[in-house]
């Protein structure tokens, strides 16, 4: 998340309690370490509603007594900082053109203006591309949709 680390109390990487001496994957430690003082002034922040949470899983409607019956938002759509796409491995050679892509939106909640450059690093084997509006500066409560694709690269 915004207000978390990767890196542990003596600035190495987490590790993975479960493979002795190895960096833990985003699988493995999430977000990451919360850091509190991040956490007291977060910046930019992933908005998420009530229906954000409620919507994905069919099962929580008992727990939320709610009539509705539309699952059609994946969980893979929750409005949150990390994407997982999955591909099968004969995707790449179907002919078929498979592309997931991502919508994630970011408002901006610290003092003052502030510009922010969003990235998205490449994956061996996989094509991918982010699309974000041109950011000039950002004032109080400004919105950001980010998109992102990722698609197997054909054999």
């Not at 919507?55 to 539309?70: A, C, D, L, V």
């Amino acid at each position: 998340m915004t207000t978390s680390d990767v890196l542990d109390n003596t600035f190495n990487p987490i590790q993975d309690f479960g493979i002795t001496n190895k960096t833990a994957s985003p699988l493995t430690m999430g977000a990451g370490h919360i850091n509190p003082n991040k956490a007291l002034d977060p910046d930019l922040i992933y908005d998420m509603t009530i229906e954000d949470y409620v919507s994905p899983p069919k099962q929580i409607q008992i727990i939320t007594k709610s009539s509705s019956n539309s699952c059609s938002n994946s969980s893979l759509d929750l409005n949150y900082p990390s994407f997982i796409a999955f591909f099968s491995a004969n995707d790449s050679n179907s002919g078929v053109k498979i592309v997931q892509e991502f919508r994630r939106m970011v408002t901006y909640v610290g003092d003052g203006k502030s510009t922010y450059t969003a990235k998205l690093g490449q994956w061996m084997g996989y094509r991918s591309c982010l699309h974000s509006p041109n950011n000039q500066g950002w004032c109080y409560c400004n919105i950001m949709m980010l998109r992102a694709n990722c698609a197997p690269i054909s054999a």
